[in-house]
């Protein structure tokens, strides 16, 4: 990234010397979420910037179902902008009634604007030399539920259980890695048997390496999964945290989904 010299470490030194430009563009992962604190921050809805043009990209708001404070915080810091993509379906007429006069509209998440060659140049060589099934989950269920679905999947694919992230090991595996950077969170996608995660972006590179799958779906940040899966036609390939794990989803052929 080209950055600029001058760093900013809170609102009011943005609002003292913005930095200047002619367009601002700001859109991130639940970056106007208001259940994390970047989506209460008028700096991520950039606010310091006056009568220039602003533009959100693929901006995520993370639920189904935006609650009202969420929305007011939107309706307070967005009226000038120019434009605003969200990268959730289900945001765009939430969106749309709190800034009437602001085109929204619907984008793919970043990820997807490029092909799978082109994240070749982070991609770690292969970590595991063993057939394994890839575990990710963002947000852990209860342990019990991961479990079960862990002992089914082990009578269907022949793998270790490899557990990826978190603090803790919450469930049966038999390697945990705990910290993982982007080109190993790559490579242990693409070389995995089989992934389950509750992660968005696993999902996505799940599908742009064209891997085999189960999307659990979070309770609380589950729209943007459950819908791009739903627009490819995998709907069958998520799970919610109280439903029954009966079979394991299979993709035979995956040029119906590219194409």
């Not at 269920?141 to 269907?156: G, L």
């Not at 049966?172 to 242990?188: K, N, T, W, Y």
């Not at 599908?207 to 709907?235: M, T």
Request: proline residues 3%; hydrophobic residues 35%; charged residues 30%.
């Amino acid at each position: 990234l080209v950055l600029s010299k001058k760093k900013y470490s809170n609102y009011k030194e943005l609002c003292e010397d913005f930095p200047k430009a002619d367009c601002y563009i700001t859109g991130s992962d639940q970056l106007w979420n208001s259940m994390y604190g970047c989506g209460q921050d008028p700096a991520f809805y950039l606010n310091f910037v006056k009568e220039r043009k602003k533009i959100a990209y693929a901006v995520s708001l993370g639920r189904e179902e935006i609650p009202d404070e969420n929305l007011s915080l939107v309706k307070k810091y967005a009226q000038d902008y120019s434009w605003i993509s969200v990268r959730e379906k289900s945001s765009v007429d939430q969106v749309k009634k709190v800034v009437e006069n602001v085109e929204v509209d619907y984008v793919c998440d970043p990820v997807l604007l490029n092909e799978a060659k082109e994240y070749e140049i982070i991609k770690n060589d292969k970590i595991i030399n063993e057939k394994y099934i890839l575990l990710y989950m963002a947000q852990i269920p209860n342990s019990s539920f991961m479990n079960e679905i862990i002992e089914k999947i082990k009578k269907q694919i022949n793998g270790k259980i490899v557990l990826i992230g978190s603090y803790r090991n919450r469930c049966q595996c038999d390697m945990h890695i705990r910290d993982v950077a982007p080109g190993e969170f790559l490579s242990l996608i693409f070389n995995a048997e089989y992934i389950i995660s509750n992660s968005f972006h696993a999902t996505m590179f799940s599908l742009i390496y064209e891997k085999q799958f189960l999307s659990i779906l979070p309770d609380k940040n589950g729209a943007r999964i459950k819908e791009i899966l739903e627009y490819v036609n995998l709907a069958d390939h998520t799970l919610k945290s109280d439903e029954n794990f009966v079979k394991l989803p299979i993709i035979e052929d995956y040029s119906v989904i590219t194409d």
